[in-house]
C-alpha cells in the first residue's frame, strides 16, 4: 500500500496560479484507503476548487491510477473534459500522477505527498516495514528487516543506544534488532546470528526500475497435436 499525505489546499492553489480549467483525477486503490484520493476525496477537492473561484471540467477516480493503460482509456472517455481542461490535479501518489503524465501533454500536478510503502496495522494506521531495495534480506532476519526497521539499517546486530527494548532515535518505537533476536529464538536460530553480513549492495536497483515479463509462445500448443 502506497501511502500519501494531503497537501494543503493552500500549496495545491498556488500550484494552479493561472490555470482556471481544472480536471480532478483520484485513485480507487492506495490513496481511497488513506483517504487522500478517493471519491469523497476528489468530491471534496472539487467543492474546496470551485468555491476558490477554479472550473473543475471532469473528474474520473481509475481503480488504480498507476495503472497507465487503465487511466488513458478513462481520458479518452472523458475526452471534451480533458480537452477543456488547463491542469490535472492528481490525488495519487506520484506513479498515478505520471500516469495521468502518460496521457495528455497539459500540466499535471500533484495533490497528495506520497511518503512510504507501508502496512495497514488497521483503519488509517500504517507503518513502513519494506524499503523496497531490490535484494530481500528478511530470511536471515526472522522476517523482520533491519534495513527498514532499524532507524540506521544496521545489519549485524544494534546499535550501542538501545535502551530496555526501545530505538534511541524515537524512544516510543521498538528497537528491530530485539524483535529480530526474539524472533530468531523462537526459532531456534540464534546461532546464525554469528554470521557477519557484508554491508547493503544499494546498487541492485537501478532507478528507475524497470520489470517486463517476455512470454514465449509455444508452438504446436493446441488440442490434438504430436505426443
Excluded at 177 to 191: C, F, P, S, T, Y
Excluded at 193 to 220: M, T
Aim: net charge neutral; proline share 4%.
Amino acid at each position: 500500500m502506497i501511502i500519501s499525505k494531503k497537501k494543503p489546499f493552500e500549496e495545491v492553489l498556488k500550484s494552479l496560479e493561472g490555470k482556471e480549467r481544472v480536471f480532478v483525477v483520484g485513485c480507487g486503490e492506495c490513496a481511497t484507503v488513506t483517504q487522500t484520493g478517493g471519491e469523497n476525496e476528489v468530491a471534496e477537492m472539487k467543492a474546496l476548487l470551485e468555491e476558490a473561484g477554479k472550473t473543475v471540467v471532469g473528474t474520473i477516480v481509475p481503480e488504480a491510477a498507476c495503472h497507465e493503460l487503465d487511466v488513458k482509456r478513462l481520458l479518452r472517455k472523458n475526452r471534451d473534459a480533458a480537452e477543456q481542461a488547463e491542469a490535472f490535479l492528481v490525488l495519487s501518489c506520484g506513479a498515478g500522477c505520471q500516469s495521468v503524465r502518460a496521457g495528455t501533454d497539459k500540466t499535471v500536478l500533484p495533490g497528495v505527498d506520497t511518503l512510504f510503502l507501508g502496512n495497514i496495522q488497521r483503519a488509517m494506521d500504517f507503518l513502513e516495514k519494506c524499503s523496497l531495495c531490490g535484494q530481500c534480506v528478511l530470511a536471515d532476519y526472522g522476517a523482520i528487516c533491519p534495513v527498514t526497521r532499524c532507524a540506521k539499517g544496521l545489519l549485524n546486530g544494534p546499535c550501542g543506544g538501545t535502551n530496555h527494548g526501545k530505538c534511541e532515535v524515537d524512544p516510543e518505537k521498538d528497537c528491530a534488532w530485539v524483535l529480530i533476536h526474539e524472533q530468531l529464538k523462537k526459532e531456534g536460530r540464534l546461532d546464525e546470528r554469528r554470521q557477519i553480513h557484508s554491508p547493503k549492495n544499494w546498487n541492485v536497483v537501478n532507478r528507475p526500475g524497470k520489470l517486463a515479463e517476455v512470454r514465449e509462445k509455444v508452438s504446436g500448443a493446441v488440442s490434438g497435436g504430436e505426443e
